[in-house]
């Protein structure tokens, strides 16, 4: 059985992910919305070329496989937040710097089949703790990042962070 994740109010996430609630707007169930994201995600990446997965639309931005690790770490990051606010650990969390993450991790020198495969399991994993999460702990909140978030909004952030960055790959990366 799925818990149903309201949409979050505006005073429980800093206003610069606003646009990562906005781009799940048309969710209606988060979870099952989490599950089935995963899986499309990974075919897509999965289904590129060597080409296709180095690609990068102008000089100094990521390519695919850059976006593909970036979604990876950035879904243990929020998931981890997730946790941590759910289980009412009130240590304020760090942010993470993504560009240099992503300068850091190599993602040019491995597969995207392993990265899709890495994503994958990262969302299976974000699946499987917020539906053990009791409906009482998703107004539970914390401090990342310096900002204030509930947990309901740090499940919406998963979902919206993939949907923006899916629709950049199809808007920039694959439209050849």
């Known amino acids: 059985m799925s818990i149903s994740i309201p949409r979050p109010a505006a005073d429980e996430y800093a ?3 606003a ?3 906005a781009e799940a707007s048309d969710i209606t169930d988060l979870v099952t919305h989490l599950a089935r994201q995963g899986d499309l ?3 897509l990446f999965t289904a590129l070329s060597d080409e296709q997965a180095n690609f990068r639309y102008a000089p ?3 390519s695919v496989k850059e976006i593909v690790l970036h979604l990876a770490d950035a879904e243990r990051v929020f998931s981890y937040r ?3 606010f759910a289980r009412n650990d009130i240590q304020p969390l760090p942010g993470f710097a993504e560009g240099d993450w ?3 991790a190599g993602a040019e020198v491995r597969g995207m089949a392993g990265l899709a495969a890495e994503l994958f399991a990262a969302r299976s994993a974000t699946v499987a703790l917020l539906q053990g999460l009791g409906e009482d702990t998703l107004a ?3 401090t990342a990042s310096g900002n204030p978030f509930t947990v309901r909004s740090l499940a919406w952030i998963i979902a919206g962070h993939e949907l923006h960055h899916l629709r950049i790959v199809r808007e920039r990366y694959l439209t050849s």
């Open 19 to 21: 646009g990562y609630i």
């Open 82 to 84: 997730v946790l941590c």
């Open 41 to 43: 995600t990974r075919k």
């Open 102 to 104: 992503a300068a850091a």
């Open 60 to 62: 100094g931005k990521w």
């Open 15 to 17: 206003e610069w992910y």
């Open 140 to 142: 539970r909140r914390g």
